[in-house]
């Protein structure tokens, strides 16, 4: 045990180290300064656009006309305004801007704020005044009554429903009368919109309960059985304190279930809708967020009189049914009925009612590829909507309904073109007829014009800054409107990451990646690797536009050494079904053979990076991969700072497990294999760091590795961050992650540790 405590020696020893250095090695963290015109934002009135350009020298006003197609005219730049401000009397700041104005299509005139005055300044004749105040609005009687907030009334305001402790009320305004409907609110199974905590049981509150027409309709989840986990709050004032949630684990026998009642508001009879059809299917409501998204764009309960629309799907997450319920009968129609093995894409399935006609745009990777199909109200498909190919549809940019068209993000539409940049489709929803409307082979972002005849186009790759251009909405260039200027950047050091393409362990797929060298590199020197990890299944966080320093990896390689960002197998959703569930039954392995045989690829044929000093970091999912190649390559991997990893996947969240890796096949818990088994296998320097407060990732999760090296007379290093939830990003938290490579991965202690 004695070796353990050695890490407390160290890691005290670098703090000293750090508080004894003034260098800061966050050079990056302003550069985007250094880049002229990074973002662009267009004013429109009508056919007519207003924007600011940086001249590197000033900010000059442009303003343009897609209607006529001609190239913006400088109308004025801001020194003018501050010269015309101070020729007429006034006191003007040096860092004084423009930061807003308004204008018009007719006039010459914009204006603007200044000292809390509204200023007009005619831009053709250079000539400025003080506005007029408009007279202020006359007091209006608000057309509706104070409530209390509480009480949710019907639409007559004949009656409120509301809550008291966990039950459900009704109260009659024309008679007084207030009715309990219900006896078995409970906490976790409340009516109370509060009913997730401890309630006063004679308070009235605000119900999760709601009106549809007539009717009163009671969603409610039951998670009573549901098991807690918790975290100490040690940082808490004046002692500590635990801080419990419900937090369901893979193969847990008790999870959220569900029960919905419709009440007759005139008569009060009640009834039971047989919501569910199996065991342990999980419902989702319209607008409601699911992991951090909305899965189901239609209208919210209690919108629509007679009916909600609502997803129902498995366990296994491999089915999903889009279903209807009839208040009136309190009967469940299932309209479609999705399988999609081994799971739905969690990150891009989604399902739109369209307004009026009621089709539906349902996401489906039938294909292999995800895409929308078209549906009828009653659940009959129509057509794909969007040409037949193997790409994927990422999203819904715009529904244009009148004119039945639809603005699609697309992802490997184009097929020389890296798979990850975003691209955009015009497409007819009632037909297959698609076009592109971004057509130059970069990543793209859009934004329509207010009357939707016009889009900005902004595409960029991680080597090219954006270059703007505006198009019509059937993708015909009108204008180009300029590029970003990187070159005060480029001239105070900053170079580029590379590009790399690669082949996957399969020998076929191609991964796509970024490699950062330092901005002094010699290809004659010999440089450490670094890889920068993360696995998905979600999101791979390789960046595809241009950015700077993302995640501070060219900070990183300008310490010395050569950063590899190659995603493997598995880790994003944007290239079809096969690719992203590549992990499952796998996910504590599958990503780990691709990312060393990527490093391996590289370095064939770049002789400055060198195999005998391999790094690996990453936080999160990239914590688990990075200790867990550590120790299932200890002879290529020498150095790993892993951080907030979900190590043992058994005690993380239950969808994330059952759905990336399967449920468990004999119903018990802890079936998924864990980075502890690993734990004798430890070569190399190990750095585990955690928040003490993480409620996502608990610190249980290091605390069980560090348990399992021990156990294994194992030496390593670990950093307790207290206060810290699962986000670490800090300074402090960086440079742990920059030492301990200075300190091992260089073979040299005498490196100088940053600050």
């Known amino acids: 045990m004695w070796k353990n405590s050695i890490c407390l020696a160290l890691l005290i020893t670098i703090n000293q180290v750090w508080a004894q250095q003034s260098n800061n090695n966050f050079k990056y963290e302003s550069a985007h300064n250094l880049i002229l015109n990074t973002h662009l934002s267009l004013d429109w009135y009508g ?19 897609a209607k006529k197609k001609k190239s913006p005219e400088l109308i004025f730049e801001e020194q003018d305004v501050r010269e015309t401000l101070i020729r007429s009397g006034y006191e003007v700041a040096d860092d004084w801007k423009i930061y807003g104005f308004e204008a018009n299509e007719k006039s010459t005139t914009i204006r603007f704020r200044f000292d809390g005055k ?29 409530q209390s907030s509480w009480k949710k009334f019907n639409a007559d305001s004949s009656a409120y429903i509301f809550a008291r402790g966990h039950q459900l009320y009704i109260h009659r305004a024309s008679t007084g009368e207030e009715i309990q409907l219900s006896t078995d609110g409970n906490l976790h199974y409340s009516f109370n919109i509060s009913g997730n905590r401890p309630v006063d049981s004679l308070k009235s509150n605000s119900t999760n309960a709601n009106w549809a027409g007539r009717y009163i309709v009671s969603w409610r989840e039951d998670k009573r059985q549901v098991e807690d986990m918790s975290v100490l709050i040690n940082l808490h004032q004046p002692r500590p304190i635990l801080r419990t949630y419900k937090f369901p684990i893979p193969g847990d026998t008790a999870i959220t279930k569900f029960k919905v009642e419709i009440w007759d508001s005139e008569t009060l009879e009640k009834k039971d809708v047989d919501i569910v059809t199996e065991e342990d299917q999980r419902l989702i409501l319209p607008g409601q967020l699911v992991n951090g998204r909305t899965y189901l764009h239609a209208p919210r309960l209690g919108s629509h009189e007679a009916f909600v629309y609502f997803l129902r799907r498995n366990r296994q997450n491999n089915r999903v049914e889009l279903c209807r319920l009839d208040f009136a009968a309190a009967k469940v129609k299932v309209l479609i009925d999705e399988v999609t093995d081994p799971h739905i894409n969690e990150q891009l399935f989604s399902v739109h009612i369209l307004p009026e006609t009621g089709d539906v745009l349902f996401w489906s990777e039938r294909t292999g590829y995800g895409q929308f199909h078209r549906y009828d109200q009653d659940g009959n498909r129509l057509n794909r909507v969007g040409p037949k190919g193997d790409y994927v549809v990422g999203g819904i940019h715009y529904l244009d309904t009148a004119s039945r068209a639809v603005f699609l993000e697309v992802y490997g539409f184009q097929k020389d073109s890296n798979p990850y940049y975003k691209q955009y489709l015009r497409c007819d929803l009632d037909s297959e007829y698609g076009k592109l409307i971004t057509i130059e082979p970069y990543h793209h972002q859009i934004k329509l014009s207010d009357n939707k005849k016009y889009f900005l186009g902004q595409s960029s790759a991680i080597d090219q800054p954006g270059r703007y251009v505006l198009r019509d909405t059937t993708g015909r260039l009108l204008m180009s409107l300029g590029q970003a200027d990187p070159s005060r950047l480029k001239d105070a050091g900053w170079r580029a990451p590379e590009k790399v393409e690669v082949l996957a362990a399969d020998q076929h797929t191609k991964l796509y990646g970024l490699l950062y060298k330092p901005a002094d590199f010699d290809a004659s020197a010999v440089y450490p690797v670094i890889a ?45 079904l096969r690719f992203h569930s590549h992990s499952y039954g796998n996910m504590r392995d599958y990503a780990l053979e691709d990312n060393k045989l990527a490093i391996e690829t590289l370095a064939k044929d770049r002789p400055y990076m060198d195999l005998n000093r391999v790094g690996i970091f990453g936080h999160s999912g990239g914590g688990f991969m990075s200790a867990t190649a550590l120790l299932t390559y200890p002879d290529f991997y020498k150095v790993a700072v892993a951080a907030s990893g979900n190590y043992d996947p058994n005690i993380y969240t239950q969808w994330w497990g059952e759905t990336y890796h399967g449920v468990s096949p004999n119903g018990k818990p802890g079936y998924i294999p864990t980075t502890l088994e690993l734990a004798s296998n430890l070569k190399g320097k190990l750095l585990l760091i955690t928040g003490d407060i993480d409620v996502n990732v608990h610190p249980a999760q290091t605390f069980r590795l560090a348990e399992a090296l021990i156990k294994a007379d194992k030496y390593f290093d670990m950093m307790v961050l207290p206060g810290k939830d699962h986000g670490l990003g800090d300074k402090y938290y960086q440079n742990l992650i920059r030492n301990y490579f200075l300190l091992h991965l260089n073979n040299n202690n005498d490196q100088e540790v940053q600050k």
């Open 532 to 576: 920068s990890v993360y696995p998905g299944p979600q999101d791979d966080f390789v960046p595809r536009g241009f950015t700077v320093d993302d995640n501070y990896h060219q900070s990183l390689a300008d310490l010395g050494y050569v950063v590899v960002q190659v995603p493997s197998r598995g880790s994003s959703p944007l290239r079809g």
């Open 118 to 146: 509204k200023m007009d300044f005619d831009w053709k004749k250079r000539r400025l005044r003080e506005a007029t105040e408009d007279e202020p609005n006359a007091p209006r009687k608000s057309q509706w009554s104070v």
């Open 47 to 65: 056919d007519v656009f207003f924007y600011r350009w940086d001249t590197g020298n000033g900010t000059a006003i442009y303003r343009g006309d």
